[in-house]
């Protein structure tokens, strides 16, 4: 007589589970001129588990900025990339789970949602 018993682990309560841990967001063409939104930032909400990186690639005639905060409040402080010039990129590694608001200070009708799991 044979008795296999197995286990199955689920991760229960883990929001992250689904979460990419890697994405990457791109400016909109023509963004540095208004009228781009809700869409400046493609895709303008981005989902990420903790300790994965959000790449911003910055392929627009301008440069721009990806800040966390709002233009309405200013920097937050957990991320600022500083000026990301035509065809550069900036990354941060996420390790604090929750919602964070960003906005390019240039341009600040430019705003996004990243989503830290």
Do not use: K, Q
């Amino acid at each position: 007589m044979i008795i296999v018993i197995g286990i199955i682990a689920t991760a229960v309560g883990d929001s992250s589970v689904g979460a990419p841990s890697n994405a990457v967001v791109n400016n909109a063409p023509g963004s540095s001129t208004p009228g781009c939104e809700p869409d400046c930032f493609i895709p303008t909400t981005t989902t990420i588990r903790a300790g994965g990186t959000i790449t911003w690639m910055n392929g627009d005639t301008a440069a721009h900025t990806a800040t966390a905060g709002t233009a309405t409040d200013g920097p937050s402080g957990v991320w600022d990339s500083g000026l990301i010039m035509t065809g550069g990129s900036y990354s941060y590694t996420a390790d604090t789970a929750g919602t964070f608001d960003y906005f390019c200070m240039v341009h600040p009708w430019m705003s996004g949602v990243v989503i830290i799991r």
